[in-house]
């Protein structure tokens, strides 16, 4: 919990910005209590129905940095699909990919030239030679713990302690206050003990990286290079590379899941701090708004997996499915590589991102807020406590609900959209100084509600 103490004036003003939505959005509003009758709670996902106010907006159309919702209410996106439009919503070399493949077909069970294409584009972004592509960075993820399991005759993996690696059931692991792995609170159906399964590590914790490893139990030390599912914590200078040096000794396969932290730079974390992973997953950035997911292996590691399957049954093996690798999807992300998340735009990107960092900063400052702002590459966050967290239980142990629904409601009816459920920002190669000066004015705003003597 955060060390905001006058919850009084905190409902207070939840309950005018809630006043405010329900005046300006009445259309959504129709659109949610209709949905009702046919979705459960309303939505297509049940976490949607965690966005604040009493209903979620309906989006009308997405172009760029912007979407229109149904009462024509525009918003400047820092969203972005939670990073499956980070690409910026409709980009136009994704369109004519999409409709002009679409036009030759969609799916076929055969590949097309684009796949081999585009994994020679991500071997050079991120050193790695093979490539394998799924529909989401979920089921990436569950294929490399498959593969692993299989090429080490082991059966556990390793995450970080509040780690997001998609709804993959061994990573919804947790520590418990005597160092135990857990499951996380409110996993929906856990099909088993997770400590069956996984072992959990403290982020930017060594000696505890070390301890797990040198079972030899681990087949995988699956991680993001930095957490940001439970908002940013970065890594310490070393960890990453410690990390990978303890897995070289304990003959651990060292997987890097840049799903999120692509916001690093057209060659993530991976590229950025010349780390050599024996497999990097990727996930919907890649392909523009089109479900697609990416596996990266060293040549190594893909001989090892190809050599352990039978031709005859590889089919049934449990990894893949039937639109796995289509053509639509090769296609998307094939334009979206190539013309849009450019290195060009990426630099730009990050600077835009360093001047909204800059101004949450010195809002901060100005307020002597006990808060601190983290930044990866486009991607930025500001929490509830004095400095950067270094763990993910000290990030969880920083967040305040009710106060990050207010911010979050006060940007909505500011004309601003954040990720969900944190204080976190996505810049696009569309996001303009503008469009950051928005949040920048909504940002001090709240915050001379929150403290004004």
């Known amino acids: 919990m955060s060390q905001y103490e006058d919850r009084q004036r905190l409902a207070g003003l939840f309950a005018k910005e809630v006043s405010v939505y329900v005046s300006t959005h009445p259309k959504s509003q129709t659109a949610h209590q209709k949905s009702q009758a046919s ?5 297509p996902m049940l976490w949607m129905a965690k966005w604040p106010g009493p209903f979620p907006i309906y989006v009308d159309s997405a172009k760029g940095a912007h979407f229109t919702d149904l009462d024509g209410n525009d918003f400047t996106d820092f969203c972005l ?25 969609a799916t076929f069970m055969l590949p097309t030239l684009d796949a081999a294409i585009n994994a020679e584009t991500l071997g050079a972004r991120f050193g790695l030679a093979k490539w394998q592509f799924t529909l989401s960075a979920t089921d990436a993820n569950r294929h490399l713990i498959r593969f692993a399991r299989q090429v080490t005759g082991r059966t556990k993996i390793a995450v970080h302690d509040y780690c997001y690696h998609g709804s993959v059931d061994e990573t919804f692991a947790v ?17 088993s003990e997770l400590h069956t399964t996984t072992v959990s590590l403290p982020f930017n914790d060594l000696a505890a990286a070390e301890k797990a490893l040198a079972t030899g139990e681990v087949a995988l030390l699956l991680i993001e290079p930095g957490l940001t599912n439970i908002g940013i914590v970065l890594p310490e200078a070393g960890y990453l590379e410690g990390l990978q040096a303890l897995c070289k000794k304990h003959d651990v396969i060292f997987a890097l899941d840049e799903t999120h932290t692509l916001s690093a730079g057209a060659g993530g974390i991976t590229a950025r701090d010349n780390l050599k992973p024996d497999a990097v997953v990727l996930g919907k950035t890649i392909g523009g708004g089109v479900p697609v997911g990416a596996i990266g292996f060293t040549e190594e590691l893909s001989e090892k997996i190809a050599n352990s399957l039978e031709l005859e049954s590889i089919d049934v093996g449990g990894v893949g499915g039937t639109l796995a690798g289509n053509a639509l999807s090769m296609a998307a992300v094939r334009a979206t590589l190539e013309e849009v998340l450019t290195p060009k735009n990426f630099s730009r990107m990050e600077q835009l991102a360093i001047t909204w960092q800059a101004n949450i900063q010195a809002t901060i400052d100005e307020y002597q807020l006990p808060w601190q702002v983290s930044r990866i590459g486009c991607r930025g966050e500001y929490s509830f406590r004095k400095t950067a967290p270094t763990t993910g239980a000290e990030a969880a142990a920083a967040e305040d609900f009710e106060l990050g629904q207010f911010l979050q409601l006060h940007a909505i009816n500011q004309g601003i959209l954040m990720t ?25 705003d709240a915050v001379e509600l929150l403290f004004a003597k």
């Open 175 to 191: 520590l418990d206050h005597q160092g135990n792995t857990i499951s996380r609170p409110n996993n929906i159906g856990k099909p």
């Open 39 to 43: 979705l459960v709670n309303g939505v």
């Open 81 to 105: 699909g939670d990073t499956g439009a980070m690409s910026g919503h409709a980009s136009a070399p994704t369109v004519k990919a999409v409709q002009d493949q679409i036009a030759k077909g």
């Open 420 to 444: 969900p459920f944190h204080n976190m920002v996505l810049v696009s190669p569309d996001t303009t100084a503008v469009d950051i000066e928005k949040h920048h004015r909504h940002f001090r």
